[in-house]
Protein backbone atom coordinates (compact mmCIF):
# COMPACT_ATOMS: atom_id res chain seq x y z
CA UNK A 1 0.00 0.00 0.00
CA UNK A 2 1.83 3.27 -1.16
CA UNK A 3 1.68 5.58 1.04
CA UNK A 4 1.42 2.94 3.99
CA UNK A 5 4.69 1.06 3.66
CA UNK A 6 6.51 3.03 6.43
CA UNK A 7 5.65 5.03 9.63
CA UNK A 8 7.17 5.99 12.39
CA UNK A 9 5.49 3.62 14.92
CA UNK A 10 6.79 0.65 12.63
CA UNK A 11 10.58 1.09 13.65
CA UNK A 12 12.34 0.45 16.93
CA UNK A 13 16.19 1.28 18.20
CA UNK A 14 17.89 -1.56 19.02
CA UNK A 15 18.98 1.31 22.34
CA UNK A 16 15.22 1.26 23.35
CA UNK A 17 14.02 -1.72 22.62
CA UNK A 18 14.31 -3.14 26.31
CA UNK A 19 12.02 -0.24 27.83
CA UNK A 20 9.33 -1.34 25.04
CA UNK A 21 8.44 -4.78 25.97
CA UNK A 22 4.81 -4.11 27.72
CA UNK A 23 1.84 -6.37 27.22
CA UNK A 24 0.13 -5.41 24.14
CA UNK A 25 -3.58 -3.90 24.55
CA UNK A 26 -4.33 -4.67 21.05
CA UNK A 27 -6.75 -7.92 22.46
CA UNK A 28 -9.09 -5.18 24.49
CA UNK A 29 -9.93 -4.00 20.88
CA UNK A 30 -11.21 -7.06 19.97
CA UNK A 31 -15.06 -7.70 19.10
CA UNK A 32 -17.09 -9.23 21.45
CA UNK A 33 -17.81 -11.73 19.26
CA UNK A 34 -13.67 -12.66 18.94
CA UNK A 35 -13.14 -12.18 22.99
CA UNK A 36 -15.35 -15.75 23.51
CA UNK A 37 -12.38 -17.61 21.90
CA UNK A 38 -10.20 -17.38 25.00
CA UNK A 39 -9.67 -21.32 24.05
CA UNK A 40 -8.32 -21.29 20.50
CA UNK A 41 -9.31 -25.68 20.81
CA UNK A 42 -12.33 -24.96 21.47
CA UNK A 43 -13.51 -22.86 18.18
CA UNK A 44 -15.30 -25.57 15.79
CA UNK A 45 -13.42 -25.86 12.24
CA UNK A 46 -10.00 -24.63 13.91
CA UNK A 47 -7.12 -27.12 12.26
CA UNK A 48 -3.66 -26.63 12.84
CA UNK A 49 -2.50 -30.29 13.53
CA UNK A 50 -1.38 -32.72 10.80
CA UNK A 51 -4.70 -33.69 9.23
CA UNK A 52 -7.96 -32.23 7.48
CA UNK A 53 -10.33 -30.65 7.38
CA UNK A 54 -14.09 -30.57 5.39
CA UNK A 55 -12.50 -28.78 2.16
CA UNK A 56 -8.38 -28.90 3.27
CA UNK A 57 -5.56 -31.09 3.91
CA UNK A 58 -2.84 -29.87 6.23
CA UNK A 59 0.64 -31.37 7.50
CA UNK A 60 3.54 -30.22 8.68
CA UNK A 61 6.98 -32.21 9.15
CA UNK A 62 10.26 -30.81 11.32
CA UNK A 63 13.42 -31.05 9.26
CA UNK A 64 17.14 -31.52 10.64
CA UNK A 65 18.19 -28.13 11.90
CA UNK A 66 16.16 -28.55 15.09
CA UNK A 67 12.71 -27.85 16.64
CA UNK A 68 9.89 -27.25 13.67
CA UNK A 69 9.68 -23.90 13.28
CA UNK A 70 6.67 -23.86 10.59
CA UNK A 71 3.06 -23.30 11.31
CA UNK A 72 -0.25 -23.35 9.76
CA UNK A 73 -4.05 -22.90 10.24
CA UNK A 74 -6.98 -23.55 8.49
CA UNK A 75 -10.08 -22.06 9.89
CA UNK A 76 -13.35 -22.91 8.46
CA UNK A 77 -16.66 -20.72 8.74
CA UNK A 78 -14.48 -18.21 9.42
CA UNK A 79 -17.12 -15.45 10.43
CA UNK A 80 -19.47 -16.68 7.88
CA UNK A 81 -20.29 -20.04 6.49
CA UNK A 82 -18.76 -19.51 2.91
CA UNK A 83 -15.41 -17.53 4.22
CA UNK A 84 -12.40 -19.72 5.04
CA UNK A 85 -8.81 -18.51 6.45
CA UNK A 86 -5.63 -20.23 5.76
CA UNK A 87 -1.95 -19.75 6.89
CA UNK A 88 1.38 -21.21 6.63
CA UNK A 89 4.17 -19.27 8.86
CA UNK A 90 7.67 -19.94 8.93
CA UNK A 91 10.12 -18.91 12.10
CA UNK A 92 13.01 -17.96 12.13
CA UNK A 93 15.88 -17.39 14.25
CA UNK A 94 16.06 -18.67 18.09
CA UNK A 95 12.62 -18.56 19.49
CA UNK A 96 11.27 -18.44 15.79
CA UNK A 97 8.85 -21.39 16.78
CA UNK A 98 7.45 -19.39 19.03
CA UNK A 99 6.68 -16.49 17.14
CA UNK A 100 5.38 -18.64 14.08
CA UNK A 101 2.68 -20.02 16.41
CA UNK A 102 1.70 -17.05 17.66
CA UNK A 103 0.83 -14.88 14.62
CA UNK A 104 -0.91 -18.50 13.86
CA UNK A 105 -2.96 -17.73 16.81
CA UNK A 106 -3.64 -14.12 17.19
CA UNK A 107 -3.22 -12.24 13.36
CA UNK A 108 -6.92 -14.84 12.31
CA UNK A 109 -8.35 -12.97 15.80
CA UNK A 110 -7.28 -9.13 14.56
CA UNK A 111 -7.89 -9.28 11.38
CA UNK A 112 -11.39 -10.55 12.04
CA UNK A 113 -11.80 -7.63 15.09
CA UNK A 114 -11.18 -5.30 11.95
CA UNK A 115 -13.55 -7.18 9.28
CA UNK A 116 -16.50 -6.73 12.08
CA UNK A 117 -15.64 -3.51 13.42
CA UNK A 118 -15.63 -1.73 9.72
CA UNK A 119 -18.97 -3.31 9.68
CA UNK A 120 -17.72 -5.72 6.64
CA UNK A 121 -20.26 -8.08 8.13
CA UNK A 122 -23.78 -7.83 6.31
CA UNK A 123 -26.66 -9.99 6.69
CA UNK A 124 -24.60 -12.78 8.02
CA UNK A 125 -22.19 -12.33 4.77
CA UNK A 126 -18.68 -10.36 4.31
CA UNK A 127 -19.18 -7.76 2.24
CA UNK A 128 -17.18 -8.36 -0.92
CA UNK A 129 -15.24 -4.95 -0.80
CA UNK A 130 -12.61 -5.18 -3.65
CA UNK A 131 -13.67 -4.91 -7.34
CA UNK A 132 -14.21 -7.87 -9.22
CA UNK A 133 -11.05 -7.50 -11.77
CA UNK A 134 -8.69 -9.90 -10.95
CA UNK A 135 -5.87 -8.28 -9.47
CA UNK A 136 -6.42 -5.07 -6.98
CA UNK A 137 -3.57 -2.46 -8.24
CA UNK A 138 -1.05 -1.42 -4.90
CA UNK A 139 -0.33 1.37 -7.17
CA UNK A 140 -4.02 2.32 -7.82
CA UNK A 141 -4.80 4.97 -4.77
CA UNK A 142 -8.29 4.73 -5.46
CA UNK A 143 -8.35 0.97 -5.12
CA UNK A 144 -6.17 0.88 -2.31
CA UNK A 145 -8.31 3.53 -0.57
CA UNK A 146 -12.01 1.81 -1.42
CA UNK A 147 -10.94 -1.99 -0.24
CA UNK A 148 -11.81 -2.76 3.05
CA UNK A 149 -10.08 -6.44 2.96
CA UNK A 150 -6.32 -4.50 1.38
CA UNK A 151 -6.85 -2.29 4.69
CA UNK A 152 -7.91 -5.01 7.05
CA UNK A 153 -5.12 -7.42 6.28
CA UNK A 154 -2.51 -4.07 6.33
CA UNK A 155 -3.92 -3.21 10.15
CA UNK A 156 -3.73 -7.03 11.44
CA UNK A 157 -0.02 -7.49 10.10
CA UNK A 158 0.84 -4.28 11.92
CA UNK A 159 -1.03 -4.83 14.84
CA UNK A 160 0.60 -8.68 14.73
CA UNK A 161 4.07 -7.11 14.57
CA UNK A 162 3.09 -4.70 17.24
CA UNK A 163 1.99 -6.90 19.66
CA UNK A 164 5.27 -9.20 19.05
CA UNK A 165 7.43 -6.13 19.38
CA UNK A 166 5.69 -5.44 23.14
CA UNK A 167 5.49 -9.23 24.12
CA UNK A 168 6.90 -9.27 27.84
CA UNK A 169 8.17 -13.12 27.21
CA UNK A 170 8.78 -13.43 23.86
CA UNK A 171 11.96 -12.10 22.66
CA UNK A 172 11.78 -11.13 19.20
CA UNK A 173 15.23 -8.98 18.29
CA UNK A 174 16.73 -11.96 16.31
CA UNK A 175 13.93 -13.94 15.83
CA UNK A 176 10.67 -13.41 13.61
CA UNK A 177 8.10 -15.43 11.19
CA UNK A 178 7.03 -15.22 7.72
CA UNK A 179 3.15 -15.13 6.55
CA UNK A 180 1.10 -16.40 3.75
CA UNK A 181 -2.59 -15.75 4.79
CA UNK A 182 -5.64 -16.77 2.55
CA UNK A 183 -9.26 -15.16 2.77
CA UNK A 184 -11.57 -17.41 0.57
CA UNK A 185 -15.01 -15.65 0.19
CA UNK A 186 -17.77 -17.20 -2.30
CA UNK A 187 -15.52 -16.80 -5.75
CA UNK A 188 -13.25 -14.20 -4.20
CA UNK A 189 -9.48 -15.23 -2.63
CA UNK A 190 -7.73 -12.31 -0.88
CA UNK A 191 -4.08 -12.60 -0.05
CA UNK A 192 -1.91 -11.16 2.16
CA UNK A 193 1.92 -12.27 2.85
CA UNK A 194 5.24 -11.28 4.21
CA UNK A 195 8.75 -13.29 3.95
CA UNK A 196 9.15 -16.28 1.05
CA UNK A 197 6.07 -18.57 1.96
CA UNK A 198 3.96 -19.20 -1.09
CA UNK A 199 0.82 -19.63 -2.67
CA UNK A 200 -0.18 -21.20 -5.53
CA UNK A 201 -3.32 -22.18 -7.29
CA UNK A 202 -3.74 -25.22 -9.19
CA UNK A 203 -6.06 -24.53 -12.29
CA UNK A 204 -7.67 -27.38 -15.06
CA UNK A 205 -7.19 -26.27 -18.44
CA UNK A 206 -8.85 -27.28 -21.28
CA UNK A 207 -7.10 -30.14 -22.27
CA UNK A 208 -7.20 -31.40 -18.70
CA UNK A 209 -3.73 -30.66 -17.50
CA UNK A 210 -3.07 -28.76 -14.32
CA UNK A 211 -1.52 -25.41 -14.55
CA UNK A 212 0.24 -23.65 -11.72
CA UNK A 213 -0.61 -19.79 -11.31
CA UNK A 214 2.01 -18.34 -8.51
CA UNK A 215 -0.55 -16.13 -5.85
CA UNK A 216 2.72 -14.36 -4.11
CA UNK A 217 5.82 -13.05 -4.50
CA UNK A 218 8.72 -14.46 -2.87
CA UNK A 219 10.07 -11.31 -1.26
CA UNK A 220 13.59 -11.35 -0.58
CA UNK A 221 16.45 -8.58 -0.46
CA UNK A 222 17.93 -9.66 -4.36
CA UNK A 223 14.51 -8.29 -5.60
CA UNK A 224 15.28 -4.93 -6.64
CA UNK A 225 12.69 -2.63 -4.95
CA UNK A 226 13.33 -4.41 -2.14
CA UNK A 227 17.04 -3.83 -1.90
CA UNK A 228 16.15 -0.07 -2.43
CA UNK A 229 14.02 0.55 0.02
CA UNK A 230 16.76 -1.78 2.81
CA UNK A 231 19.64 0.53 1.15
CA UNK A 232 17.66 3.92 1.61
CA UNK A 233 17.19 2.65 5.61
CA UNK A 234 21.29 2.24 5.57
CA UNK A 235 20.95 -1.39 5.66
CA UNK A 236 23.31 -3.21 3.84
CA UNK A 237 22.16 -6.11 0.84
CA UNK A 238 24.95 -8.38 0.03
CA UNK A 239 25.72 -12.36 -0.45
CA UNK A 240 28.52 -14.05 0.99
CA UNK A 241 31.43 -15.35 -0.76
CA UNK A 242 30.67 -19.18 0.65
CA UNK A 243 27.19 -18.39 -0.48
CA UNK A 244 27.00 -16.45 -3.46
CA UNK A 245 23.33 -17.87 -4.54
CA UNK A 246 22.12 -16.23 -1.28
CA UNK A 247 21.45 -12.10 -0.54
CA UNK A 248 20.81 -11.57 2.96
CA UNK A 249 20.28 -8.48 4.77
CA UNK A 250 23.11 -6.70 7.30
CA UNK A 251 23.45 -4.20 9.80
CA UNK A 252 24.74 -0.97 8.90
CA UNK A 253 27.64 -1.20 11.25
CA UNK A 254 28.53 -4.82 11.53
CA UNK A 255 28.30 -7.92 9.67
CA UNK A 256 25.26 -9.21 11.44
CA UNK A 257 22.52 -10.65 10.75
CA UNK A 258 22.42 -11.85 7.74
CA UNK A 259 18.80 -11.98 6.90
CA UNK A 260 18.01 -14.32 3.52
CA UNK A 261 14.63 -12.21 3.74
CA UNK A 262 13.21 -9.10 3.15
CA UNK A 263 10.23 -9.07 4.79
CA UNK A 264 8.80 -10.58 7.96
CA UNK A 265 7.51 -10.14 11.64
CA UNK A 266 9.37 -9.90 14.64
CA UNK A 267 13.41 -8.78 13.89
CA UNK A 268 13.39 -5.76 15.38
CA UNK A 269 17.47 -5.24 15.04
CA UNK A 270 16.68 -4.72 11.64
CA UNK A 271 13.86 -2.69 11.52
CA UNK A 272 15.15 1.04 11.31
CA UNK A 273 17.24 -0.60 8.28
CA UNK A 274 14.46 -1.25 6.13
CA UNK A 275 13.36 -4.49 7.62
CA UNK A 276 9.30 -3.95 8.39
CA UNK A 277 6.51 -6.00 8.19
CA UNK A 278 3.74 -4.46 5.64
CA UNK A 279 2.54 -6.98 3.75
CA UNK A 280 1.37 -7.04 -0.05
CA UNK A 281 -1.88 -7.84 -0.79
CA UNK A 282 -3.46 -9.71 -3.49
CA UNK A 283 -7.27 -10.42 -4.97
CA UNK A 284 -8.48 -13.10 -6.90
CA UNK A 285 -11.52 -13.44 -8.52
CA UNK A 286 -11.82 -17.57 -9.14
CA UNK A 287 -13.43 -18.99 -12.02
CA UNK A 288 -14.35 -23.07 -12.73
CA UNK A 289 -11.21 -24.13 -13.97
CA UNK A 290 -9.54 -23.44 -10.50
CA UNK A 291 -9.44 -26.43 -8.46
CA UNK A 292 -7.49 -26.31 -5.39
CA UNK A 293 -4.69 -23.48 -3.55
CA UNK A 294 -1.68 -24.59 -2.33
CA UNK A 295 0.31 -22.85 0.67
CA UNK A 296 3.79 -24.13 1.77
CA UNK A 297 6.79 -22.94 3.70
CA UNK A 298 10.11 -22.06 1.80
CA UNK A 299 11.37 -25.84 2.49
CA UNK A 300 8.74 -27.28 -0.11
CA UNK A 301 9.60 -24.61 -2.52
CA UNK A 302 13.33 -24.48 -2.66
CA UNK A 303 12.93 -28.32 -3.92
CA UNK A 304 9.99 -28.49 -5.85
CA UNK A 305 8.32 -26.53 -8.79
CA UNK A 306 4.92 -24.73 -8.59
CA UNK A 307 4.09 -27.13 -11.41
CA UNK A 308 5.66 -30.25 -9.73
CA UNK A 309 3.39 -28.85 -6.68
CA UNK A 310 0.05 -28.68 -8.26
CA UNK A 311 0.47 -31.88 -10.07
CA UNK A 312 1.12 -34.01 -6.91
CA UNK A 313 -1.95 -32.44 -5.08
CA UNK A 314 -4.10 -33.00 -8.60
CA UNK A 315 -2.96 -36.30 -8.91
CA UNK A 316 -3.02 -37.46 -5.34
CA UNK A 317 -5.97 -40.90 -4.90
CA UNK A 318 -7.02 -39.07 -1.87
CA UNK A 319 -7.45 -35.84 -0.93
CA UNK A 320 -6.96 -35.91 2.44
CA UNK A 321 -3.02 -36.99 1.87
CA UNK A 322 -2.54 -34.16 -0.54
CA UNK A 323 -0.17 -32.02 1.92
CA UNK A 324 1.43 -35.26 3.69
CA UNK A 325 2.09 -36.59 -0.26
CA UNK A 326 3.88 -33.03 -0.69
CA UNK A 327 5.99 -32.76 1.87
CA UNK A 328 7.19 -36.44 1.83
CA UNK A 329 7.98 -35.76 -1.91
CA UNK A 330 10.24 -32.29 -0.76
CA UNK A 331 12.14 -34.44 1.49
CA UNK A 332 12.76 -37.07 -1.37
CA UNK A 333 14.15 -34.03 -3.46
CA UNK A 334 16.14 -32.68 -0.60
CA UNK A 335 18.01 -35.83 -0.17
CA UNK A 336 18.66 -36.17 -3.67
CA UNK A 337 19.48 -32.54 -4.87
CA UNK A 338 21.12 -31.50 -1.55
CA UNK A 339 22.36 -34.71 -0.03
CA UNK A 340 24.86 -32.79 2.12
CA UNK A 341 22.29 -29.90 3.27
CA UNK A 342 20.27 -30.33 5.99
CA UNK A 343 16.49 -30.71 5.30
CA UNK A 344 14.42 -27.72 6.20
CA UNK A 345 10.95 -27.54 8.08
CA UNK A 346 8.33 -27.95 5.76
CA UNK A 347 4.62 -26.90 5.91
CA UNK A 348 1.77 -27.44 3.57
CA UNK A 349 -1.69 -26.97 3.39
CA UNK A 350 -3.98 -27.81 0.52
CA UNK A 351 -7.36 -25.51 0.27
CA UNK A 352 -9.87 -27.52 -2.33
CA UNK A 353 -11.91 -24.84 -3.79
CA UNK A 354 -14.99 -27.27 -4.13
CA UNK A 355 -15.15 -27.87 -0.28
CA UNK A 356 -15.21 -31.24 -1.23
CA UNK A 357 -13.03 -33.82 0.57
CA UNK A 358 -13.08 -38.19 -0.25
CA UNK A 359 -16.37 -38.98 0.66
CA UNK A 360 -15.21 -42.64 1.66
CA UNK A 361 -13.41 -40.86 5.06
CA UNK A 362 -15.08 -39.29 8.28
CA UNK A 363 -14.32 -36.04 9.43
CA UNK A 364 -13.48 -37.27 12.76
CA UNK A 365 -9.77 -38.63 11.34
CA UNK A 366 -8.42 -34.94 11.69
CA UNK A 367 -5.31 -36.25 13.16
CA UNK A 368 -5.24 -35.32 17.35
CA UNK A 369 -0.90 -34.69 16.29
CA UNK A 370 0.71 -31.62 18.44
CA UNK A 371 -1.70 -28.65 18.46
CA UNK A 372 0.97 -26.48 20.02
CA UNK A 373 -1.01 -23.30 20.25
CA UNK A 374 -3.42 -24.69 23.21
CA UNK A 375 -0.19 -25.40 25.41
CA UNK A 376 2.23 -22.49 24.46
CA UNK A 377 1.78 -20.32 27.23
CA UNK A 378 2.50 -22.86 30.07
CA UNK A 379 5.47 -24.63 27.22
CA UNK A 380 6.93 -21.98 26.87
CA UNK A 381 9.91 -21.53 29.28
CA UNK A 382 10.92 -24.98 28.16
CA UNK A 383 10.70 -24.29 24.79
CA UNK A 384 12.84 -20.59 25.19
CA UNK A 385 15.53 -22.74 26.88
CA UNK A 386 15.87 -25.11 23.66
CA UNK A 387 16.78 -22.51 20.77
CA UNK A 388 17.47 -23.53 17.20
CA UNK A 389 20.43 -21.63 16.22
CA UNK A 390 21.49 -23.77 13.28
CA UNK A 391 22.08 -22.34 10.05
CA UNK A 392 19.48 -22.32 7.50
CA UNK A 393 21.14 -23.29 4.51
CA UNK A 394 18.56 -22.14 1.81
CA UNK A 395 19.04 -23.07 -1.81
CA UNK A 396 18.52 -20.57 -4.11
CA UNK A 397 17.58 -21.05 -7.83
CA UNK A 398 19.33 -19.00 -10.64
CA UNK A 399 17.75 -15.99 -12.29
CA UNK A 400 18.26 -17.39 -15.64
CA UNK A 401 16.54 -20.77 -14.27
CA UNK A 402 13.51 -19.20 -12.58
CA UNK A 403 10.41 -20.45 -14.27
CA UNK A 404 8.56 -17.43 -12.10
CA UNK A 405 9.97 -14.35 -13.43
CA UNK A 406 6.91 -12.39 -14.57
CA UNK A 407 5.73 -12.64 -10.88
CA UNK A 408 8.62 -11.83 -9.46
CA UNK A 409 8.88 -8.75 -11.68
CA UNK A 410 5.35 -7.50 -10.68
CA UNK A 411 7.18 -6.98 -7.15
CA UNK A 412 9.96 -5.37 -8.33
CA UNK A 413 7.29 -2.74 -9.93
CA UNK A 414 5.65 -2.12 -6.67
CA UNK A 415 5.89 0.76 -4.80
CA UNK A 416 5.26 -0.59 -1.94
CA UNK A 417 7.68 -0.90 0.68
CA UNK A 418 7.62 -3.74 3.42
CA UNK A 419 9.91 -6.16 4.78
CA UNK A 420 12.19 -9.08 6.46
CA UNK A 421 13.19 -12.79 7.05
CA UNK A 422 15.20 -14.48 9.43
CA UNK A 423 18.37 -14.84 11.43
CA UNK A 424 19.96 -17.84 9.73
CA UNK A 425 23.87 -17.47 10.81
CA UNK A 426 24.97 -18.52 13.86
CA UNK A 427 28.17 -16.95 13.99
CA UNK A 428 25.76 -13.46 13.04
CA UNK A 429 23.90 -14.09 16.06
CA UNK A 430 26.73 -14.29 18.28
CA UNK A 431 27.96 -10.95 16.82
CA UNK A 432 24.71 -8.97 16.71
CA UNK A 433 25.04 -6.59 19.75
CA UNK A 434 21.65 -6.72 22.00
CA UNK A 435 22.07 -2.93 22.46
CA UNK A 436 23.15 0.27 20.50
CA UNK A 437 25.03 3.37 21.12
CA UNK A 438 23.07 4.94 17.97
CA UNK A 439 20.43 7.33 18.37
CA UNK A 440 17.08 6.31 16.70
CA UNK A 441 16.77 7.45 13.27
CA UNK A 442 14.22 9.67 12.53
Known amino acids: ?????????????????????????????????????????????????????????????????????????????????????????DGHGPYGHLVARRVR???????????????????GHLATCCNAKDVVDPDDSNVESSSIWGEAFLKAYKSMDKELRTHPNLDCFCSGSTAITILKQGLNLYIGYIGDSRAILGSRDIDGSISAFQ???????????????????????????????VTRVWLPFD?????????????????????????????????EQDEFVVLASDGVWDVLSNEEVANIVASVPNRSSA?????????????????????????????????????????DQIAKGSDESEDEDENEEQSRSMPSLQRNCTVRCSEENDPYKEVT?????????SGLEGVTRVNSLVQLPRFSDEQPRT
Not at 105 to 119: A, E, I, N, Q, W
Not at 324 to 350: F, G
Open 105 to 123: DKLPLKLMSLLRTRGSVQN
Open 323 to 363: AKTVVESAAREWKTKYPTSKMDDCAVVCLFLDGKMDSNECD
Open 1 to 89: MGDISRREDEMISPSCFGMLFRRCRDVKKLSNNVNKFKNLSSIPNRVCSNGKSKSSSVFTQQGRKGVNQDAMIVWEDFMSEDTIFCGVF
Open 255 to 287: DAPGLAMARAFGDFCLKDYGVISTPEFYHRVLN
Open 215 to 245: LSVDLKPNLPREAERIKQCKGRVFAMEDEPE
Open 409 to 417: ERAAEDKNW
